[in-house]
């Protein structure tokens, strides 16, 4: 080949290119895929919100761009409650939320958050990963075209906030008590009136007198939320939600149609969230209890024996009606059964003895 035939082939060669990487830049962002998650939970709330938004930024930081992650919080897109809709139908990508607030869609729902008198956190993750419980969630989701995985827990919850002290099963009829769930089936059967709304509107019903009581979470997030300014009386230990478990839900359509390595960075973003919240509501619930204590004179009180046994004749009542709702509802129960059991006798003789011995050792 001569000189000249070399050089204008080498042109060719490199116009060609040229117009090759020209075409590239945008087929790459063509392939980014758009991922928009859609909460239960206004945004910057702290031990919700802000975990909730954490994930969705870990989501597009370890996916490099793959997915172009938009996340609204509750009311940005849609309300809170139309979170499950919202992903389900396919309009939005993922949620994350606390499946107990789908149990009008199928009371299986229920118990991958928390059900009365049910698992701890260190049981219900053991019971989700290890006891047959994703299992068992996979096949409850895949009648809705979904998939979920845990990404949070805010553990054992305080009983809740009470503007009237709370002596007898007695004093719980028409009270008027935010309390979702199978907990607020359990307050219904003893004679509250229950209501479930979002987080975001508790305080102006509390504050109004629209309601007398509610539940949320514990110090760490009540505090936030200012519902000293209602009610006085912060009672403790919550039977409704023992460990309640957060839930990623996701398109299964839109899943399947992602690499099996992005697939897999969200199920370990889940997992890496699921065990960073449940940190951070471990160490903030006792500072955050003393300042409620100390600073804005709220006293806490524990429900006696008599209003716990009160609870549990209501749950036991609530449980037997969710465990006849369906085959699968049956079949969840039974296996959360078996792990209270199995898992819990283990729990027993474990944390719970060691910390109730170590405390009373060291008189903390």
């Not at 629209?210 to 949320?216: F, K, Y």
């Amino acid at each position: 080949m001569d000189r000249r035939s070399f050089i204008k082939k080498s042109a060719a060669v490199t116009a060609g290119a040229a117009a090759a990487s020209t075409l590239a830049a945008p087929a790459i962002a063509q392939a980014a895929k758009d991922m928009v998650i859609v909460s239960t939970w206004p945004r910057d709330m702290p031990g919700l919100g802000l975990p909730a938004q954490r994930l969705a930024a870990r989501i597009a930081e370890l996916t490099e761009g793959r997915l172009n992650v938009q996340y609204f919080a509750a009311g940005e897109r849609v309300g809170a409650f139309d979170s499950f809709d919202e992903v389900a139908s396919g309009n939005a990508q993922a949620y994350v939320a606390a499946d107990y607030y789908w149990i009008g869609k199928h009371k299986g729902w229920a118990a991958f958050t928390a059900i009365p008198f049910g698992l701890t956190y260190t049981e219900i993750d053991a019971w989700t990963k290890y006891g047959g419980g994703q299992q068992l969630w996979d096949e409850l989701g895949d009648e809705f075209g979904l998939k979920c995985w845990a990404c949070g827990n805010t553990g054992v919850q305080m009983g809740g906030w009470f503007n009237k002290e709370i002596n007898s099963a007695d004093d719980l009829k028409g009270l008027k008590m935010r309390i979702p769930g199978q907990g607020g089936d359990v307050l219904s059967k003893l004679g509250a009136s229950t209501v479930a709304l979002p987080g975001g509107q508790i305080y102006e019903n509390l504050v109004s007198g629209a309601i007398d009581a509610t539940e949320w979470v514990g110090p760490y997030n009540d505090y936030f939320l200012k519902f000293y300014e209602a009610a006085k009386y912060y009672y403790w230990p919550g039977m409704h939600e023992p460990g309640a478990q957060i839930s990623f839900g996701i398109n299964k359509s839109w899943l399947s149609e992602l690499s099996k390595t992005d697939q897999a960075i969200l199920e370990a973003a889940c997992n890496e969230e699921n065990a960073r919240t449940m940190a951070e509501t471990n160490a903030f619930n006792g500072e955050y209890l003393r300042r409620l204590i100390d600073d804005h004179g709220v006293e806490l009180r524990e429900f006696n024996d008599d209003v716990y046994a009160a609870f549990g004749r209501a749950a036991q009542e609530v449980l037997e009606e969710s465990r006849d709702h369906s085959d699968l509802a049956k079949r969840i129960m039974d296996s959360v059964d078996n792990a209270r059991r199995e898992i819990g006798a283990w729990t027993g003789i474990s944390d719970m003895a060691y910390v109730q011995r170590r405390n009373k050792a060291l008189g903390i």
